[in-house]
């Protein structure tokens, strides 16, 4: 069910649309651009932090929600992802 939802998510945010609170929410703290998408499916919390570029929509990163600090961990791993992949893409 989780997976089926992601899929529908991301293939909005393909198609151009921009998605808000309950499905999604944005996170400056990882970057300009930057969001998560909340997915929930029978045993987790999921969050897929993604950036909107100009052209492609980046997923950088998902985890399982489990607690706050965790969550923070979470969005410094997709900060650093996203760095990378700008200087692997400059």
């Known amino acids: 069910m989780g997976r089926k939802e992601a899929g529908v998510l991301i293939g909005l945010l393909q198609d151009g649309e921009l998605l808000s609170m309950p499905f999604s929410r944005p996170l400056p703290t990882v970057g300009p651009r930057c969001h998560e998408l909340r997915v929930r499916d029978e045993s987790h919390e999921w969050r897929i932090v993604y950036r909107i570029d100009p052209t ?3 997923v950088a990163h998902h985890f399982a929600k489990k607690g706050k600090s965790m969550q923070q961990r979470e ?3 997709a900060k650093k992802i996203l760095a990378m992949f700008d200087i692997a893409n400059s």
């Open 56 to 58: 492609q929509i980046i």
């Open 75 to 77: 969005f410094v791993k």
